[in-house]
């Protein structure tokens, strides 16, 4: 069985991230999608949708440090689905994508075009920023072109 999200959005604000008793790091933050399509008049309309993304321990951290309201990222995860009765005693339920992971998708501080910590192509500013996102996970845009000549049939 698969429960897998993939977004690309824009952040609704800045995550607001919180420690849990044990200092577990927990940070939430809005993501919009938007769909453009044709109505039955011929006319473009763009619907937006709001998702409640999750992030937990060093992925939270991560978020505090570099996302930002209005950044263009992209989210993997799953959706999770809770229960939660509200101040005023009535049951809510609530949807959640649990971000596995995430990557902006927007040049950062410190980086150079290819997408590369500048800290490994000769950056001599601040290498310390450069080292933060140099534990960003490896995108599906990062990876290698396939090998000439390979067997795939298309």
Known sequence: MINKVTLI??????PEIRHLENGTA???FSLATNENYKDKEGNWQKQTEWHNIVV????????????????LVYVEGKISYRKYTDKDGHERTTTDIVAALFRTLEKLEGMTENRFPAAEVG???NSSKAAEHATAPVGVEDAPP?????????
């Not at 937990?56 to 950044?71: D, I, N, S, V, Y």
């Not at 396939?146 to 298309?154: T, V």
């Open 9 to 14: 959005g824009n952040l609704g604000g800045d």
């Open 26 to 28: 927990v940070g939430r």
């Open 56 to 71: 937990w321990r060093e992925l939270a951290e991560r978020a505090e440090k570099q996302l930002k309201k209005g950044m």
């Open 123 to 125: 950056y001599t500013g």
């Open 146 to 154: 396939p090998a000439e000549g390979d067997d795939l049939p298309f």
